[in-house]
């Protein structure tokens, strides 16, 4: 598990540098069908950059695991799996699984995932105005989906990519500013501000 994780780091650091084709390598070879949560945040970020993803997640087991004990006891895992379920562009599965969120008597899941996961339905169905606005009134609150800070980027990647598509390239490049001027490498936010096809028409194909 340690080698699988440290793997996917990895393959994170290659998509940051642009070297896409090592990123799906590394999610392909090193990660197990079972690391449904890891392989949709590789996927996630290679369809938002306009890339093709590495070895799909089955959308069967995603729900399986959403509906197994557990599956949705902590926030993170559960927005992992609606992870999964976007790059399926699985739309639906992704509304069903907002309501179900919003329903919930946990604050963080009704305030700051279902809000997440309705965004990631809207970009999935090529709503991307909607899904800016979302992610944008969610605000500082996105930090409470858990994580370390690579992956609670994933919130802000999936905003920068909305507002783009959306026609806010100033906003979008304003969002990422401070990655994109401190970081040595940031081929994948200056993917994230080029104009393109949206990441769900990208996840349909």
């Known amino acids: 598990m340690q080698s699988r994780h440290l793997n996917w780091h990895a393959a994170l650091q290659s998509i940051a540098c642009g ?8 999610a392909d070879t090193a990660l197990a069908s079972t690391d449904v949560g890891m392989r949709a945040a590789t996927n996630w970020r290679l369809l938002l950059a306009g890339q093709s993803p590495a070895g799909r997640s089955d959308p069967g087991l995603v729900r399986e695991l959403l509906a197994a004990p557990g599956g949705t006891a902590e926030i993170f895992h559960t927005f992992n799996l609606a ?13 069903i699984l907002a309501r179900r969120a919003a329903a919930d008597e946990r604050p963080d899941f009704r305030d700051v995932l279902a809000p997440v996961v309705r965004a990631l339905a809207e970009v ?8 800016a606005e979302l992610l944008t009134a969610l605000g500082e609150k996105a930090e409470r989906i858990g994580g370390v ?10 905003l920068a990519r909305a507002l783009v598509d959306a026609g806010e390239h100033v906003r979008a490049a304003g969002l990422l500013h401070h990655r994109s001027t401190t970081r040595r490498h940031h081929t994948y936010e200056d993917l994230l501000l080029a104009a393109r096809a949206p990441a769900g028409a990208a996840a349909a194909r």
């Not at 999935?124 to 899904?131: C, N």
């Not at 992956?151 to 990647?157: H, K, L, P, S």
């Open 19 to 26: 070297d896409f084709s090592d990123a799906r390598r590394r």
């Open 83 to 95: 992870l999964a379920l976007a790059v399926e562009a699985a739309t639906d599965d992704l509304h």
């Open 124 to 131: 999935t169905a090529g709503r991307p105005r909607a899904a």
């Open 149 to 158: 800070r690579v992956e609670r980027e994933i919130i802000q990647d999936t």
